[in-house]
C-alpha cells in the first residue's frame, strides 16, 4: 500500500510504460475484456436510443397489449401495448444515469471527506470516520429505502439515497491512502516549502488515490443500478413511466408465467450490464495490482 | 487454528446436507398426520397484527371469524343481503327511530367458557369510545347519546349504553340515524367478553376472547394464523376443524403455492393479470368462484382547481373515458361500467341511471366550448399502486386524445393522504370505495358531506346535494330515504359531474376442488367469515 | 485483549446513539399524517385529530426523540400504528428467522464464494478462472425477486423438491432463499479469496513449496488458503449488512417472517416506529457484528495484539 507514492513518481517518469504495461496485463484477461465490450454496447445503445428504437416507448396503445414477441414487436409488448424492446433501449440510459450520477457524487463526497480525514486526522478525522461508521451500519437497501421514504419516489430521489449510502465506503478507502501517502518525502517536501493542505491533496494525493478509486467506481456502478432495481422492487424506486430496467423486471414478474419477455428481456439486460462492469472492475483491479503492490 | 477453520466449514456442510435429507421424511409424515383434519388453509398478504377489530380499519380476518356483532348481514344472492339475527335474536326501534332495544340470545358461551350478558355488549361499545382505548372504528358508533362526551374525555361512561336486565341492552341514540343498524353489523364492532378484554389489556388483540365460530390457537407473527373451531359455539360447531392463514406477501408466491397443492384459495383481486390464465384453463376454470363486489371505481374531479372547476371540462371527462376498452383490458370483462356513485346490490341503488357511452367527438366539442385554452390536468396517486397506474396511464391516454393533457403525478401515500385532506391540492385522482354496511349513506354521506367533500378533494359546492344528504339521515321511511339519496346522487354525478364513476368489478377467487360452498361475501371483501365452508 | 474490547465500548455506542438519531430524524420530517394513513380511505377528520393528539404527534421532534430514546434504553421501543403491538417485541419475534436465514445464506456465500475464488486463483487466465468467477458474479448480476421466482417455479412447482415458501419444513424451506441471498454475496468473497491467496502463491514460502515438488493440491491447502481465509472472516460483518440488504426481498418472496420482512411491511403501511425500530436494529446487529468480527481477528491472528 505504502508504495503509491513510488508508483507515481514512476507514472510521472515514464507514464506511457505505466498505462502500456496495465493495458498488456488487462488484455490478457478474456474476461476483463468482455466487460469492456459489454460496457461499450450499453454506451452505444444509451447514446444512440433514440434512433436504434423502433418505436416510441412510451406510447400506450391498448390494442397491442401482451403481444408476444415477433412481427411488428421484436420483444413483444407489455400491458400498455408499449414496445418492450424500445423500453429496454431507452431503459440504458436510465440504467447508465443510475449507475453514474450516484457513484460520482458518492465518490466525490467520499474522496474528499476520506483525503480530509486522513491529512488532518484529530478530531476532524475522528468525526468524519465515526459518520462513516453509522452510515456503513445501516444495511444499505434498509437506508436508502428510509431516504426514499422520506423524500419520495423519484429518480432524483434515488441518486440522493444512493450518495448517501455510498460515500462511506468511499471515504474509508482514501483515507487509508491518505494516512499512508502523507509519510512520503514528496508529500512532507511540500509541506514544508509551505505548499497548502488543499494544494498538496489536490496534487499530490488524490492523483496517487486514483488507482484505487478507479477500481472502486466500477465495481459501484453496477451496485447502483441493482439497488435501484430492489428499490423499484418495494415500490420506492423509479416513478413509472420511467422506463427504468429495475422497475420493468420489477411489474413484469407478476406476467413471468403468461407474457414472459415482460420480465425476461429487461432482466437480461441487467444481468449483462452488471456483469459487464463487475468483470471490467475485477480486470481493472488484477491488472492493477501488482503495479499497486510492486516493490 | 486456520486449519480447524476450513475443517469445520466442511463438516457444516456435510450436516447441512444430512439434516435436509433428514428433513425431508419428517415432514412428509407431518403432512400425511395433518390431512386427517379437515382444514382450509388460506393465504393472506399481510399479518392482521390485531385481532382487535376496535383498532384496524381493513384487517377484518380476525374480527370476523372470532367474533359475533348483535346483527349480522347475511348474503342471500349475488351482490344482496340483509340483515339477520346475530347475538341478538331480536331487536325493536322506537317509533321516533331514537331507542334501539336488543334481546340477546340467552346463553351465548365466549371461548373462555363465559356466558354473554348485557354487560358485555355495555362494555364492549364504551370501550369503543373511550378515549384511552385510541379506536379507529368509532364512527359507527359514534351517533349514541353521550358518546361525544364520553370521546372527549368529559364523560367516565357513554349515556345511551344501558343494560336494562341480562339478556336486554338498550341504546338510545343522540338523534335517529336510520343506518345504526347496519352498521351494527360491521366487522370493526363484534362483542367483547369484559372479564377477558379486560385482562388481556394491550395484548387483547393478540390474545382475542369471542363468542365466533373459531377460536385463536396459533400465531407466529408474519408466518401464519391457526384458527380452531369453537365447539361449544352457539349456533353450532363449523364444518371444517381448523383454519390456517398463511402469511405470503408475494401475489407471485402465493399463485405458486396455490398450484403446488398447498393452499386451498387464491385471491385474484392481487394478480388481476393472472384472470385469463385460470378462467382458461380447463383445470380450474370450474374452479373460479367470483361474486360482485359492492364497490365503485371512480374519478374524483375536484372542483376548486383549474380547469375542473369547468363544468364542460368535468363534463367532457365523463364522456372522454372508454369504459369499456378499460374493463376489456384490465380487468378482462368481470365488471360492468358504472353509472352512479352507488353499486348494484347497495341499498338504494338506482338502476335507471342512463349511464355515459363513449363519445370522443362530443367530449372533444365539450373541451372546445369550454373556453379553456390547452386544458391541463395532474392525476394524482400513490407510488406503488400498480393497478391505479395502470388506469391512469390509460386515461392519461383516452384524455389526450379529447385534447386534455394529463400529468400523472406520483407521491407516497403520507404526502398523498396529507394532501387530499386540503381539498386545495389534488385536481383528479382514481380510487375506489366498497360498502361498509348495507346503506347508501355509506357512499354519498362520507364523499359528499359538506367536509367530507372538502377532505376527499371533491370540493362539491352544490346546496342541493347537502340539504338531501342531511334530510336522509334523519328521516326513517326507507323508501323516502334511498329517494333523497338518489337524488343527490343524480346532481353529483350528472348535473355536476363532480364524479367520474368507472366500474364496479366483480371478485374472483380460485379455490381448490376440495373446498365446497365458498361464498363471496356479500360486499365482495377479500376478509370473510369461513363457517359456512365445507372441506372434503 | 481485555482492554482492547473495553476501549472499543465507548465508540460502538456512540454509532449506536448516532444510529438511532440519523433514523429518528430522517423519519420524523416525512410530510403527511400517520393517522390518517393507518386508517387508510375509510377515514373521519375528526378521528385523525382526536388520536393523533393521543399519540402526542404534536410535540417537536426533540421532545419525540428525548421521548423515544428514554423508552429505547428500558427496552420499549414504541408501538406500531397499524399492528398495535409493541416495536420491540415484533423485532425479537422475528430475530430468529433472520438469524436462519443469515447463518445459511452466509454458508452458502462461503463456499460458493471460496470454492470459485480457490478455482480461478489456481488456474489463473484459463478457462476455469473465467468460469469460476462469472458463475460468483452471476448472483450479484440478476435481480434477487427475478431469481428467487425462477426457482421457486423449477424447485417449487415443477420439481416439487423444495418448498416454495414459509419455515415450515426446517432446513428444507431455508435452502432456496439461502441459495438466492447467499449466491448474491457470493461475488465479493470469491474476488477475496482470489486476490489473497494469488498474493500468497507469489511469496516465497509457497514457491519454494513448489520448488521442493508437492504436488499443487496440498500446497494451496496447506499455506495459501489457511492465509486467505483470515481477510475472509474480518469483512463477515459487511457480508452481515449486506444479507441483511438483501434479506428485505428475500423474505418478502419467500414469505419468511424476519426484520426484512418487518421493515417492508412497515414502508408499506407507512407505519413509522415499526420501520424506526426495525431499521435501528438491523444496524446495531451490524455494529455488534462487526464488533465480534474485530475480536475474532484478534484472537484468530497471533501477529496482532491491541495494547
Given amino acids: ?295 | 487454528m486456520k486449519a480447524r477453520l476450513s475443517a469445520a466449514l466442511i463438516a457444516t456442510i456435510f450436516t447441512v446436507a444430512l439434516a435436509l435429507n433428514g428433513c425431508s421424511s419428517k415432514s412428509n409424515t407431518g403432512n400425511d398426520a395433518a390431512s386427517a383434519a379437515k382444514t382450509l388453509t388460506i393465504a393472506i398478504s399481510t399479518d392482521p397484527g390485531t385481532a382487535d377489530g376496535q383498532m384496524t380499519t381493513e384487517e377484518y380476518l380476525l374480527p370476523l371469524n372470532l367474533f359475533d356483532r348483535l346483527v349480522e348481514v347475511e348474503t342471500t344472492g349475488p351482490g344482496q343481503s340483509k340483515i339477520v339475527p346475530g347475538l341478538a335474536d331480536k331487536w325493536d326501534v322506537s317509533a321516533d327511530g331514537k331507542v334501539y332495544t336488543f334481546s340477546l340470545h340467552p346463553g351465548v358461551k365466549f371461548h373462555n367458557g363465559e356466558v354473554l350478558t348485557a354487560d358485555d355488549v355495555v362494555y364492549t361499545f364504551d370501550r369503543m369510545l373511550n378515549p384511552k382505548t385510541k379506536a379507529l372504528n368509532t364512527d359507527f358508533l359514534d351517533m349514541i347519546d353521550g358518546a361525544k362526551e364520553r370521546m372527549d374525555g368529559k364523560a367516565d361512561a357513554t349515556k345511551g349504553l344501558q343494560a336494562i336486565d341480562k339478556n336486554t341492552v338498550q341504546i338510545t341514540l343522540a338523534a335517529p340515524f336510520a343506518p345504526f343498524l347496519a352498521g351494527l353489523a360491521t366487522p370493526g364492532v363484534g362483542i367483547y367478553n369484559k372479564k377477558a378484554t379486560e385482562a388481556g389489556g394491550d395484548k387483547f388483540g393478540q390474545e382475542p376472547v369471542g363468542t365466533g365460530p373459531f377460536r385463536l390457537k396459533k400465531w407466529e407473527y408474519n408466518a401464519e394464523l391457526v384458527l380452531e373451531a369453537f365447539p361449544d359455539y352457539f349456533r353450532g360447531k363449523a364444518r371444517i376443524d381448523q383454519i390456517i392463514a398463511k402469511v405470503i406477501p408475494s401475489a407471485d408466491t402465493q399463485r405458486l403455492e396455490f398450484e403446488a397443492g398447498t393452499i386451498d384459495v387464491f385471491d385474484l383481486d392481487g394478480a388481476r393479470t393472472q384472470i385469463p390464465y385460470f378462467r382458461d384453463n380447463a383445470k380450474w376454470q370450474s374452479q373460479v368462484v367470483s361474486g360482485p363486489r359492492v364497490g365503485t371505481y371512480y374519478y374524483a374531479l375536484n372542483q376548486a382547481m383549474k380547469p375542473l372547476d369547468n363544468l364542460k371540462i368535468r363534463q367532457a371527462i365523463q364522456y372522454g373515458i372508454n369504459r369499456e376498452l378499460l374493463l376489456e383490458k384490465f380487468y378482462y370483462k368481470t365488471g360492468v361500467p358504472a353509472k352512479g356513485v352507488l353499486a348494484p346490490g347497495l341499498a338504494g341503488y338506482n338502476a335507471a341511471l342512463p349511464g355515459f357511452t363513449y363519445d370522443p367527438e362530443k367530449a372533444k366539442t365539450l373541451v372546445k366550448e369550454s373556453g379553456v385554452a390547452s386544458p391541463t390536468i395532474d392525476i394524482w396517486q400513490v407510488t406503488d399502486s400498480a393497478d391505479t397506474l395502470k388506469i391512469n396511464e390509460a386515461v392519461q391516454a383516452m384524455l389526450g386524445e379529447i385534447g386534455i393533457k394529463v400529468n400523472i403525478k406520483q407521491v407516497d401515500s403520507a404526502t398523498w393522504s396529507a394532501s387530499r385532506k386540503t381539498g386545495n391540492q389534488i385536481a383528479m385522482y382514481h380510487s375506489s370505495w366498497s360498502a361498509d354496511f348495507n346503506d347508501p349513506d355509506n357512499f354519498l354521506y362520507t364523499f359528499f358531506a359538506p367536509n367530507n367533500s372538502v377532505a376527499r378533494s371533491f370540493n362539491e359546492k352544490n346546496a342541493k346535494v347537502f340539504e338531501s344528504l342531511d334530510k336522509a339521515r334523519q328521516v326513517t321511511n326507507m323508501a323516502e330515504r334511498y329517494k333523497l339519496y338518489q337524488d343527490a346522487e343524480k346532481l353529483v354525478v350528472y348535473d355536476d359531474a363532480a364524479f367520474v364513476p368507472l366500474f364496479h368489478l366483480e371478485h374472483l377467487f380460485v379455490v381448490a376442488a376440495k373446498v365446497k360452498n365458498f361464498k363471496v361475501s356479500w360486499n365482495g371483501w377479500s376478509n370473510m367469515s369461513y363457517y359456512g365452508i365445507k372441506v372434503e | 485483549m481485555l482492554r482492547y474490547i473495553l476501549s472499543r465500548i465507548p465508540v460502538t455506542i456512540a454509532i449506536i446513539i448516532g444510529i438511532t438519531a440519523v433514523t429518528f430524524f430522517l423519519l420524523n420530517v416525512v410530510p403527511g399524517d400517520p393517522v390518517a394513513l393507518m386508517m387508510k380511505e375509510h377515514i373521519n377528520p375528526e378521528t385523525i385529530a382526536r388520536v393523533r393528539n393521543e399519540m402526542h404527534l404534536d410535540d417537536p421532534a426533540i421532545v419525540r426523540y428525548g421521548r423515544f430514546m428514554w423508552g429505547a434504553v428500558q427496552g420499549d421501543l414504541g408501538r406500531s400504528y397499524k399492528l398495535n403491538r409493541p416495536v420491540a417485541s415484533l423485532i425479537i419475534g422475528a430475530l430468529p428467522n433472520t438469524l436462519k436465514l443469515t447463518a445459511a445464506a452466509l454458508l452458502v456465500a462461503w463456499v460458493v464464494g471460496i470454492v470459485a475464488g480457490v478455482l480461478s486463483a489456481v488456474k489463473q487466465y484459463s478457462a476455469v478462472d473465467y468460469g469460476a468467477m462469472a458463475f460468483a458474479l452471476l448472483g450479484v448480476s440478476v435481480p434477487i425477486f427475478w431469481s428467487g421466482i425462477l426457482l421457486q417455479y423449477l424447485f417449487g412447482l415443477k420439481l416439487g423438491w423444495l418448498p416454495i415458501s414459509g419455515m415450515k419444513d426446517g432446513l428444507r424451506s431455508l435452502a432456496l432463499p439461502a441459495i438466492v441471498l447467499g449466491w448474491a454475496s457470493a461475488a465479493s468473497i470469491a474476488r477475496l479469496t482470489r486476490s489473497s491467496l494469488l498474493e500468497v502463491m507469489r511469496t516465497d514460502y509457497v514457491r519454494t513449496a513448489y520448488a521442493k515438488g508437492l504436488r499443487d493440491l496440498p500446497v494451496i491447502i496447506r499455506h495459501a488458503l489457511q492465509n486467505s481465509l483470515l481477510p475472509v472472516v474480518t469483512v463477515m460483518a459487511m457480508q452481515i449488512a449486506g444479507m441483511l440488504s438483501g434479506s428485505v426481498i428475500t423474505e418478502s418472496i419467500f414469505g419468511i417472517g424476519g426484520i426484512g420482512r418487518v421493515s417492508v411491511g412497515a414502508i408499506q403501511a407507512r407505519d413509522m416506529p415499526l420501520l424506526q425500530g426495525a431499521v435501528i436494529f438491523a444496524a446495531v446487529l451490524v455494529v455488534l457484528a462487526n464488533l465480534l468480527a474485530d475480536l475474532a481477528y484478534a484472537f484468530l491472528d497471533p501477529r496482532i495484539r491491541y495494547d
Fill in chain 1, 1 to 295: 500500500m505504502n508504495h503509491m507514492a513510488e508508483l507515481s513518481e514512476e507514472l510521472e517518469l515514464q507514464g506511457t510504460t505505466f498505462l502500456g504495461d496495465v493495458w498488456t496485463a488487462f488484455r490478457r484477461n478474456r474476461l476483463a475484456m468482455a466487460g469492456v465490450l459489454l460496457v461499450l454496447l450499453l454506451l452505444i445503445v444509451a447514446v444512440f436510443a433514440p434512433w436504434i428504437a423502433p418505436h416510441d416507448p412510451y406510447k400506450v396503445n391498448l390494442t397491442d397489449q401482451f403481444l408476444a414477441p415477433g412481427g411488428k414487436y421484436w420483444l413483444g409488448t407489455d400491458m400498455y401495448g408499449r414496445d418492450v424492446l424500445s423500453r429496454i433501449i431507452y431503459g440504458a440510459r436510465i440504467s447508465l444515469v443510475i449507475g453514474l450520477v450516484p457513484t460520482l457524487v458518492s465518490t466525490a463526497i467520499g474522496t474528499l471527506l476520506g483525503m480530509t480525514a486522513g491529512y488532518f486526522g484529530g478530531r476532524t478525522d475522528g468525526l468524519i470516520m465515526r459518520l462513516a461508521d453509522i452510515v456503513l451500519a445501516f444495511p444499505s437497501l434498509l437506508l436508502a429505502m428510509v431516504v426514499m421514504y422520506t423524500l419520495g419516489a423519484s429518480l432524483i430521489n434515488i441518486f440522493i439515497a444512493l450518495s448517501i449510502v455510498g460515500w462511506a465506503g468511499m471515504a474509508r478507502v482514501v483515507r487509508a491512502q491518505t494516512l499512508s501517502l502523507k509519510e512520503r518525502e514528496f508529500v512532507e517536501a511540500a509541506r514544508a516549502a509551505g505548499v497548502k493542505p488543499w494544494v498538496i491533496m489536490r496534487r499530490h494525493i488524490a492523483p496517487n488515490c486514483l488507482p484505487q478509486i478507479l477500481i472502486l467506481m466500477t465495481l459501484a456502478i453496477p451496485g447502483a443500478i441493482m439497488s435501484e432495481a430492489s428499490l423499484s422492487f418495494l415500490g420506492v424506486g423509479a416513478a413509472p413511466p420511467t422506463a427504468s430496467w429495475g422497475l420493468m423486471v420489477s411489474n413484469g414478474r407478476e406476467y413471468l408465467l403468461t407474457a414472459y419477455w415482460n420480465s425476461v428481456y429487461p432482466g437480461f439486460a441487467i444481468l449483462l450490464t452488471v456483469l459487464g462492469f463487475n468483470f471490467f472492475g475485477d480486470g481493472l483491479r488484477d491488472a492493477l495490482d501488482p503495479f499497486l503492490k510492486r516493490q
